[in-house]
């Protein structure tokens, strides 16, 4: 496989992500959306399979955080038409327009993906969630718990290692948390962060509709309290839902064989 880092600009927005071309013709176009806490780095365990089934994969940052700008707004909208325009740009680049596209993604950019699909349906192939976070708790409507959380668990190390290992369920190396730390303490990022977290109140108003549609969850995930749970019955209805009993909010890292095994398997299904 193939591997290019890229950026395109919107508006004076610059959105970071990568294409995986596989070494055997392209059979299917997948698009992994990183949300704020990883970026295209952390995908890197998925891609060897993805290329061995023929999969092109577009690993996009989430707008705003990883390697793209932090001045991106964060409203679903905005983030749905950002990443859009990125398929769109590879598509025009492979000279294959109107081609389908099968929309990953990881924690709270679920919900991108949600509006994603209900913006242009008949470019969605299936959807894919993993570990899915519809809103954040109501108590950071509050600019101070915004401010607090961001000083306590992202700029001091040991809270975010402590976070992130909370989140996990397991040890991480530190080469991990380090690309997972340092784009969210770059200028500018408090701003965002504290923009994303105000946006991430409010539950994303789409459904997943008729669209073919995997959540995948982890058993040991804090974030999957009850009323996550009651989110992913809403929006995801009719979804086909898979527990992995151990894992917790980073399965891309910590369970990535379970991850690749059920990404096959629904590739080669809905492909």
Known sequence: MTEESLFLSFSGIRVHFRVVRPD??????VMLLASPMICAFHWRKLLPELSGLGCLAVLVDLPGFGQSDANAPQDADTRANLVWGILDEVDRSLDAPLSLWHLAGHGSACGTVLHMGALYPDSVKSQIH???????????????ARERFYGDNILRPGGFRRLVEQWAGFPMDDYIVDRMRAPLTRPGMRRTFDQMLRCAVTPPRESVGFCPTMALL?????????????????????????????????????????LRDYLRGWLRYND
């Open 130 to 144: 993993i570990t899915p976070v519809f809103a954040v708790d109501k108590s950071f409507r509050k600019p101070e």
């Open 24 to 29: 055997v013709p392209v059979h299917s176009r």
């Open 218 to 258: 982890g058993g040991r995930d804090p974030l999957l309290d009850e009323g996550c749970l009651a989110q992913v019955s809403a929006l995801l209805s009719g979804a086909e839902l898979h527990r992995l009993a151990s894992a917790g909010h980073f399965p891309m890292e910590t369970h990535s064989k379970a």
